[in-house]
């Protein structure tokens, strides 16, 4: 009778510490449980843009700016090379008046934005010195000086030649001259172009044939 006993004690106690166990086991160890919820990119610009279009009104706006601003660049170009030009032709006629001859080379004195005129001018024999107020067609000053080396008049004058110079490089020029060396008579147009660049343009003094055009990074 003590053995069963023993062996009743024994069987209960084991069942109280597995019990005592498996208390312990449910309440430290809780189910793990992951998002299984997938992670999407953030939107493209392109999405945004689906997602939120751009009113009509903002892009015509818009473009309307960028178009109204290239627009508005070329008559401003155009405008001060036609401007420029009328008043180099006013001023080599009023040298050519005084001077009853014709004009070989022109420079604007103090740069592309002096304003004063330096033409020269050839007749019978003598070549002048002529200063032009460039706003009033004045005569400021000329002085003529015998040139022994033939000068024959060319079929294109100065300022065609400037204008068709001007009609191949948008620009305000600076310095014209005639010149018969190397490839025979022509007219060598330095201008500063519309890119801010020095452009020289040689202009064929018989025909009016544009036979150079380049960036002169000398002057």
Partial sequence: MEEVMKLYLKTLTSMVLVGLLVTACSRNEQPI????????????????????????????????????????????????????????????????????????????????????????????????????????????????????????????????AIEIAQQSVAGQVFDASLDREYIGSHYEVKMIGADGQPHEVVVDAQTGQVLQSFVDYDD
């Fill in 33 to 160: 449980v992951i998002d299984q919820t997938p992670i999407s990119a953030p939107p493209s610009q392109h999405e945004q843009n689906m997602q939120n279009p751009q009113p009509d009104s903002a892009a015509a706006t818009q473009n309307n700016t960028v178009d109204n601003a290239v627009n508005n660049a070329v008559p401003q170009i155009t405008t001060v090379a036609t401007d420029q030009m009328q008043s180099i032709k006013n001023a080599i006629l009023v040298a050519q008046n005084q001077t009853k001859g014709y004009a070989t080379d022109f420079e604007i004195q103090g740069g592309h934005l002096g304003s004063v005129y330096e033409i020269e001018t050839f007749n019978g024999g003598l070549e002048h010195k002529v200063l032009v107020d460039a706003k009033s067609g004045q005569v400021l000053f000329s002085r003529a000086e015998r040139e022994f080396k033939r000068k024959g008049q060319p079929a294109i004058s100065l300022d065609k």
